[in-house]
């Protein structure tokens, strides 16, 4: 700056001169002794010395001290410094009162709080029966606080889940009955192939629903399709075979018919059979009734003799659907059970169909959601539906089944003889089995 700075004396002064030559007598603004006063206890900017050096005198006097220097009853010095100290204190108070709690980083000032030091509006708040509400959140712990678990619910208080109940992936908790034999079975299943359902082509899993799905879908054909002892059900791609041997439990139907194009994973059905049968010879409440093919479903015509038509159709090819589609068309099988909306199966591929049900279920393993659609067919007035027709490529596996436990069993181990004779299944081994 161009112009010195000068101290709050040398203005005082100044002022005053002004106002006596101008005012003509008028009262000066701030006595001479004041000004001599805040002259001797000015801080400039030249120099740094501390103010407890001066007396406790502030640094730079705000306005209202400036003011209150002219005020009856006392010198400047002294009324300079009750305003310090009176501006000190209402510091150490606020600082007493305000409470800033740290962050994430650490304090520089840690002071210790135990439970009796701690604030009764801090605490959480507890029920009678001890149980914590979400009235207030504790920023404050007592040591001796017991940890409690608790599951958050949309609406009302916190309240404790039971660990031995288990979230579905749709809806809410819930207990499906599965019958012993059932249950049995999945167990022959699972030691034979492994916990996650054995080995795909080129994967672990694939179209495998749980036991828990796959029993949602027996309930609901049952209420919906007359699904009985009486049934005839048909597994196109039927994998390793679980919804076949399910059926075949629950309702226990006539025949089980699975139809599976892959040569491993047919086999994997095989050896699962096998172990069924065996468990179902010393296991009277074990039924039987159920065989696996490998082979095309296009090699067939229609889908007759079957009652139900089952497909876990997810990952079917468009060509596929088209040949289903004038498959079914030509049929008389009454109901369609796969995992194709109304949308697709109806609007685009033209089943002849009409939609009953459809309830959520999930995968094995994956855990992965799919919805699965009953429908129902629609009759036509010169069409009658006929349990008598079989289609020949179907024949020789349903006599095999109509001949009794003995007699299936014995298909089963020579079928099963026959393809490990041949050696371990190659490419080319594999390309040939699916041509024949």
């Excluded at 002294?78 to 007493?96: F, M, S, W």
């Excluded at 149980?131 to 009302?156: C, D, I, M, Y």
Aim: hydrophobic share 30%; glycine share 8%.
């Amino acid at each position: 700056m161009s112009r010195s700075k000068r101290s709050h004396g040398e203005v005082h002064q100044q002022r005053n001169a002004d106002a006596a030559q101008g005012g003509g007598g008028g009262a000066p603004l701030v006595d001479e002794a004041a000004a001599a006063a805040l002259a001797a206890g000015n801080h400039s900017d030249s120099s740094s010395s501390n103010s407890s050096d001066r007396g406790g005198i502030p640094k730079t006097p705000s306005k209202k001290v400036r003011l209150n220097l002219t005020s009856p009853g006392g010198s400047a010095v002294e009324e300079t410094k009750a305003i310090g100290e009176v501006a000190a204190a209402e510091t150490e108070d606020t600082r007493n009162r305000f409470i800033v709690t740290p962050g994430n980083r650490r304090s520089p000032r840690k002071k210790s709080t135990t439970a009796s030091e701690t604030p009764s509006s801090l605490l959480p708040t507890t029920t009678a029966e001890g149980e914590a509400t979400p009235a207030r959140r504790a920023l404050f712990t007592p040591p001796n606080a017991q940890p409690q678990l608790v599951t958050p619910s949309k609406s009302g208080p916190l309240k404790a889940r039971s660990p031995a109940k288990r979230r579905l992936v749709f809806g809410r908790y819930s207990e499906i009955e599965v019958e012993d034999s059932v249950k049995k079975v999945y167990g022959v299943i699972k030691k034979l192939t492994g916990s996650i359902g054995g080995n795909a082509s080129n994967g672990p899993i694939y179209g495998e629903l749980t036991m828990g799905s796959m029993q949602k879908m027996v309930n609901l054909m049952k209420r919906h399709t007359k699904f009985d002892e009486s049934s005839r059900f048909i597994d196109v791609g039927s994998g390793i075979g679980k919804p076949n041997f399910h059926v075949t439990q629950d309702p226990g139907v006539d025949l089980s018919y699975g139809l599976e194009i892959d040569a491993d994973r047919w086999l994997l059905s095989m050896n699962c059979l096998r172990g069924t049968l065996d468990l179902a010879t010393t296991h009277r409440e074990v039924k039987h009734k159920c065989i696996f093919v490998q082979g095309d479903i296009r090699q067939a015509s229609v889908f007759d003799p079957f009652t139900h038509v089952y497909m876990f159709s997810i990952g079917f090819p468009p060509a596929l659907w088209i040949s289903l589609a004038e498959m079914w068309n030509r049929s008389t099988s009454p109901y369609l059970i796969c995992f194709h909306s109304p949308k697709d199966v109806v609007d685009y591929y033209d089943f002849e169909v009409e939609l009953l049900d459809k309830t959520p279920t999930s995968m094995h393993g994956s855990k992965e959601g799919h919805t699965g659609y009953i429908y129902r067919r629609k009759q036509r007035s010169n069409r009658k539906a006929s349990s008598d027709h079989t289609d020949p490529f179907f024949a020789p596996g349903i006599d095999v089944v109509n001949k009794g436990l003995d007699s299936l069993k014995e298909w089963t181990n020579s079928t099963l003889d026959q393809k490990m004779s041949k050696g371990p299944s190659t490419r080319a081994s594999r390309c040939r089995s699916n041509e024949s």
